[in-house]
């Protein structure tokens, strides 16, 4: 079964590449030092965001009352 959060994070991702002017075509084209920073930076972008996405689903979980409920708590 796939992740739920994986159309997700490819998105992020391609809008990490796509803000800095890149795709995953011309990555290929780039040193390989590049890309592994490059890559790097785009996972830590990632899980910021992911984090952030969650923290907020619990923040409107709390507010309207479903806290117990919620599968992240």
């Not at 890309?35 to 709390?62: C, N, P, W, Y």
């Amino acid at each position: 079964m796939q992740d739920k959060h994986v159309p997700l994070s490819q998105a992020y991702l391609d809008q990490y590449l796509l803000d800095r002017g890149l795709t995953w075509e011309s990555i290929r084209h780039l040193p390989a030092d590049e890309v592994k920073k490059l890559l790097i930076d785009a996972s830590t972008h990632l899980s910021l965001r992911l984090a952030e996405l969650e923290d907020r689903a619990r923040f409107m979980a709390d507010v309207h009352g479903a806290a117990g409920a919620h599968p992240l708590h």
